[in-house]
Nanobody, 125 residues
Framework: QVQLVESGGGSVQAGGSLRLSCILS????????MGWFRQAPGQEREGVAV???????NYADSVKGRFTVSVDNAGKSLYLQMNGLKPEDSGMYYC???????????????????WGQGTQVTVSS
């Protein structure tokens, strides 16, 4: 059974940093088809930073240069380092893994099979 468990969310002021973690169990595909998404109230879930099916990092334009996605050597933990946080970065952050299709672009939520429960990030101005 695949389980993804996120942690590391919290409340910070604009300009601050947070590091999100996602523990992946029952799933292994080191640095392929996994990443981070976020969803603000009333908005669609959007891709933030992912590893595509070739292991390349893909970032949303809004976070390039500020966020970094990484995975540990064992492929069991996925991380999102977030620096220079802005109020518009606020939302529920989800870890996702497992490409059920490659016909959807890497930052598209429907591409992924497995999801965590999310961790809340709130950035105040």
């Amino acid at each position: 059974q695949v389980q993804l468990v996120e942690s590391g969310g919290g409340s910070v002021q604009a300009g601050g940093s947070l590091r999100l973690s996602c523990i992946l169990s029952g799933y292994y595909s080191r640095s392929h088809c996994m990443g981070w998404f976020r969803q603000a109230p009333g908005q669609e879930r959007e891709g933030v930073a992912v590893f595509d099916s070739d292991g390349n990092r893909n970032y949303a334009d809004s976070v390039k240069g500020r966020f970094t996605v990484s995975v540990d050597n064992a492929g069991k933990s996925l991380y999102l380092q977030m620096n220079g946080l802005k109020p518009e970065d606020s939302g529920m952050y989800y870890c996702a893994a497992g490409c059920r299709t490659t016909s959807i672009q890497p930052l598209g939520a429907p591409r992924y099979n497995y999801w965590g429960q999310g961790t809340q990030v709130t950035v105040s101005s």
